[in-house]
């Protein structure tokens, strides 16, 4: 197997060259840049974050949150002109369009989640912003279902999918039973509403079973290609994936404990679309190598 059986799923993008160049960095500057642009950005906002959260920085505080909680729409506003340069009518310019309208829907839904708390002055999670939401986990799963189907009868799909879902049950089980089940599912009925129970027990198990092991499966089955290296973006999908999952859970627990959202539950839900933003500039620098 090797990296021709790219091009036999997904049409040659303009321009690319037979080979890769001998000697030649496959990511480029500009993607080093831009991610470490991103991890500024992530801990100047998340220590501003921090001192919000110990009443220093007074009103200013909500626009830290806000800029942080709309850090998906930023990335479908990085994703979606990348996607466009892959070329037209293969499995991976779909994929990565998709991924953008997933960053999109959950932009949309922060941001109604943000101008509901700003209106109300109280946290309103669970609400309408959640649609959006949910909608993004049903976009990226069709987004990953495609990618997976397009290997079939290329690549044998089985192991790759019974390695991701024995993971991917191993690590839903330590997050039921060391979070979900005790602190939200069986927690005294005063901790939390039985709506936000739903919620919390809902999204970690999307979390898991609709990105983390499609994203695994998928890893593993391009990384038979070539030199593997095309399965670097779907690592770092891996990586936002696994980032949510644990966002999601320390969410969960916070909850219970009443401690609401944290500089740490937003620098998680800030981190985990920025990997998937910069999966698509690796993903932009692998195939034109």
Do not use: C
């Not at 160049?21 to 642009?37: F, N």
């Not at 986990?137 to 990953?144: E, S």
């Not at 983390?212 to 998928?218: F, Q, R, S, V, Y």
């Not at 670097?232 to 219970?256: K, N, Q, S």
Request: a neutral charge; glycine letters at 8%.
């Amino acid at each position: 197997m090797n990296d021709n059986t790219v091009r036999a799923i997904e049409p040659e993008q303009p321009g690319t060259p037979e080979a890769p160049q001998p000697h030649a960095a496959v990511i480029t500057r500009g993607t080093r840049r831009a991610a470490i642009l991103m991890a500024l950005v992530v801990l100047v906002l998340g220590a501003f974050d921090y001192l919000a959260s110990a009443g220093r920085l007074g009103d200013a505080g909500d626009l830290v949150l806000a800029a942080l909680t709309l850090v998906p729409l930023a990335m479908a506003a990085l994703i979606l002109p990348v996607a466009r340069t892959f070329g037209e009518g293969g499995t991976i310019r779909t994929q990565w369009l998709l991924f953008g309208f997933g960053m999109l829907s959950a932009g949309v839904g922060n941001t109604i989640f943000i101008t509901l708390y700003l209106v109300t002055g109280k946290d309103p999670y669970p609400s309408i912003a959640d649609v959006f939401t949910l909608a993004m986990y049903a976009i990226l799963a069709v987004a990953f279902y495609l990618s997976i189907r397009a290997y079939r009868g290329i690549l044998d799909l089985r192991p790759p999918l019974v390695i991701a879902g024995t993971v991917s049950a191993s690590v839903m089980a330590l997050v039921y039973f060391t979070v979900i089940g005790p602190y939200v599912v069986f927690a005294p009925a005063e901790t939390q509403p039985f709506v936000t129970r739903v919620f919390n027990t809902v999204y970690p198990i999307m979390d898991v079973f609709l990105l983390l092991m499609p994203a695994i499966a998928l890893g593993l089955l391009v990384s038979k290609l070539g030199t593997g290296r095309v399965a670097w973006p779907l690592w770092l999908v891996t990586a936002g994936a696994v980032t949510l999952a644990v966002t999601d859970t320390i969410f969960a627990y916070a909850g219970y404990v009443g401690a609401g959202r944290t500089p740490i539950i937003d620098a998680g839900y800030a981190i985990a679309p920025m990997l998937v933003g910069l999966a698509v500039l690796v993903a932009r620098d692998v195939y034109r190598s």
